[in-house]
């Protein structure tokens, strides 16, 4: 048996003030599309190739570039905040696999103003323990259990020339820093939060967030790798200087495409 119900004269009549005011269907949620590009002095960086100079002159080479992005919540000009809670809330990107560099979480975003994203660089201290991927890539991540556990939060490798022209290979790892006697431990991720400038009715969800390579090298801390040598994953005051930098080496840009979420 089917039983009809019939909506009352309140619902009706907001259904068509709905309808007068928009004059289309009111706008859904719609999911985001988080893509990631690396330049170098503006322009997309060219791997294995020993094209760029440091502020100190030092010329190097990128060759690998992995790192976790997580965290990432939009923030609304009304004060509220949207996080994108899907994959938990975290994402590798590997300049490598080409499907790292794009992401489309199962999360939906109001269609409303927004006036700044933040995310966090690398993974926050509660969830970056052991074990939490058992899977490549981002078991591959992994930091030894002795300095610290859980995973890098950047490997950027590559190498540079040093006195002499000799190319050396440097390993720009960051993770779990500790002190000279391994009794204490330092966070190195750190959140950033920039600007958008999205009005409804532009429909901004796809959200490409660049990393400036160059800027991990530059300020405050002016990076040469003849003073820090090319490994410093047991260096935290080198690390420490290198997140210092790296909190200027993002920006984001955005646009609309209506990718609209399908359940
Ligand atoms: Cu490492």
Request: aromatic share 12%; with cysteine; hydrophobic share 40%.
């Amino acid at each position: 048996m089917k039983k009809y119900i019939f909506p009352s004269a309140t619902v009706l009549f907001s259904i068509m003030i709905l309808m007068a005011s928009c004059g289309k269907e009111v706008d859904k949620p719609v999911a985001p599309q988080f893509i990631f590009k690396h330049n170098v002095n503006g322009f997309e960086l060219q791997k294995g190739v020993m094209n760029y100079t440091n502020q100190s002159g030092n010329p190097y080479q990128v060759d690998e570039l992995q790192y976790f992005i997580s965290e990432i919540t939009l923030n609304t000009t009304a004060g509220n905040s949207i996080p994108v809670t899907a994959d938990n809330a975290i994402h590798y990107v590997d300049i490598n696999i080409p499907s790292t560099l794009e992401w489309n979480p199962k999360t939906r975003l109001p269609v409303t103003d927004y006036s700044s994203i933040t995310f966090v660089f690398g993974i926050n201290e509660a969830k970056n323990k052991t074990g939490l991927f058992v899977n490549p890539p981002e078991r591959d991540m992994f930091w030894p259990d002795m300095m610290g556990g859980g995973f890098h939060l950047m490997k950027m490798n590559g190498e540079w020339k040093a006195e002499g022209d000799t190319i050396k290979p440097f390993n720009f790892h960051i993770g779990t820093g500790m002190n000279e006697t391994g009794t204490v431990f330092y966070q190195n991720y750190f959140t950033v939060t920039l600007p958008l400038n999205i009005h409804t009715g532009t429909l901004s969800n796809v959200f490409t967030i660049t990393m400036n390579i160059e800027k991990w090298f530059e300020a405050p801390n002016v990076w040469n790798w003849n003073v820090t040598g090319g490994q410093i994953m047991q260096n935290q005051d080198a690390m420490h200087k290198a997140c210092e930098n790296g909190a200027n080496a993002f920006q984001v840009t955005h646009e609309g495409k209506d990718i609209v979420y399908h359940d």
